[in-house]
């Protein structure tokens, strides 16, 4: 059995490539939905239906495990999913979310003024919000900002502009806080440039420098699925559409980790 990673375009490629780093003996399976990209204006219910087809396709490949790097998805239809239609329909998967783990790791850093940048859907759900509002024993205040415009910039390998657009979001929206969530798997391809910009006034965190390790503990509290993975070190891509243009970013989303797409 695999680790499946969905995410709604190829952000999720650098989570990927960090938790290979830090777990490479595993087989791991990503599911890019290309061409629906991007998810942040579409409604809850396309969200879903489009989230569950490819969770659905990672399952029907071999993964007992599913991150749902897409945090438009795990904001608006992750909780849905586990609840009923997991449990219902494929009782013996696990499907966890990016959001959480984040969150915990902001709380960790005692930041009591933080930013979420993030998709405009990922804002309007409040997610982030509330999750933490629930985790915290703290007053923190969380400003979210909507930049729909990063993820198409990103995908189109445009960083100078996503960058440029995120700082002037952030300066004007959000400029008195102390961290920034970068509340998009995308996002984490500018956060050398937004660490550059912003120095030691603004702490960014990034869900590929979280995410590896908030598995590995996954998987060393529940052997019931570590158990059951496969560790062969096989990659694959499915991407929903191609584009030429995409092989360039994959080679620099996925650096050293191989992957061959299907």
């Known amino acids: 059995m695999k680790i499946g990673f969905f995410d709604s375009g190829l952000g999720g490629l650098t989570i990927l490539k960090a938790v290979v780093k830090e777990l490479p003996q595993y087989d791991y399976v990503y599911y890019g ?16 239906t489009l989230t569950k087809t490819g969770i659905e396709y990672l ?20 909780r849905k999913l586990q609840d009923s239609w997991l449990l219902e329909t ?14 915990e790791r902001v709380l960790e850093s005692n930041l009591s003024n933080v930013a979420l940048l993030a998709t405009k859907r990922t804002v309007e759900s ?16 969380l400003t979210q900002i909507a930049a729909p415009e990063l993820v198409p910039f990103i995908e189109l390998n445009e960083r100078k502009a996503a960058t440029q657009a995120a700082i002037a979001r952030i300066e004007f929206v959000a400029g008195e806080s102390e961290g920034v969530i970068l509340g998009c798997t995308h996002y984490t391809q500018i956060k050398d440039q937004l660490r550059s910009h912003f120095g030691n006034t603004k702490t960014i965190f990034s869900q590929d420098e979280i ?47 191989f992957l061959a797409e299907e």
């Not at 290309?34 to 409604?43: N, R, S």
């Not at 933490?132 to 703290?138: D, F, G, I, K, M």
């Open 90 to 103: 494929y009782p013996d998967r696990k499907v966890l979310g990016v959001i959480v783990p984040t969150l």
């Open 211 to 257: 995410i590896p390790q908030k598995i590995f503990s996954y998987l060393k509290n529940h052997s019931e699925v570590e158990s059951q993975l496969t560790q062969a070190g096989e990659r694959s891509v499915h991407l929903t559409q191609h584009r030429p243009d995409y092989d360039l970013i994959m080679g620099q989303f996925l650096g050293g980790a």
């Open 33 to 48: 939905d290309t061409l629906h990209l991007p998810y942040g204006d579409k409604t809850e219910e396309e969200i879903f």
């Open 126 to 141: 409040d997610k982030y919000n509330v999750e933490l509002q629930n985790r915290s024993r703290q007053t923190v205040t």
């Open 59 to 78: 399952f029907e490949k071999g993964c007992v495990l599913v991150i749902v790097a897409c945090n438009t998805a795990s904001a608006e239809t992750l």
